[in-house]
């Protein structure tokens, strides 16, 4: 597993693995549900599960789901605040996110997928 911290690290992952659009974004909301928290108010720490279900819509691409799994969290009692320190996701349902990850869209271009036919 390959971990990401600091911000600018975490940013650059981000730049060079979404396909982002004239918007700024890359069109997607994860939606979560379903957290299981659990706070040590003694130790300062916190833990949180919970499913995640990433939705992408693109004016030629209706609203539809393209991945789902869950998010495992942790955070610290930090200067009066509750603050992340962690987030581990896994994924485990994909659909077409050719859309969305730039390494999928660069594999397409080499290996073309079928058209669907409806």
Do not use: C
Request: no cysteine.
């Amino acid at each position: 597993m390959t971990r990401y911290s600091r911000r600018e690290a975490i940013e650059e992952m981000f730049h060079d693995t979404l396909i982002v659009y004239a918007d700024g974004t890359p069109r997607t909301q994860h939606v979560t549900t379903k957290f299981a928290v659990e706070v040590d108010e003694q130790a300062g720490t916190a833990v949180s599960r919970s499913y995640v279900t990433v939705l992408q819509a693109l004016p030629d691409l209706p609203l539809q789901p393209i991945a789902g799994g869950r998010y495992h969290d942790r955070f610290e009692w930090r200067d009066g605040q509750w603050r992340f320190v962690e987030r581990r996701v896994r994924i485990n349902l994909v659909g077409d996110v050719s859309r969305h990850l730039r390494q999928v869209a660069e594999q397409r271009k080499f290996f073309p997928v079928p058209a669907r036919v409806t």
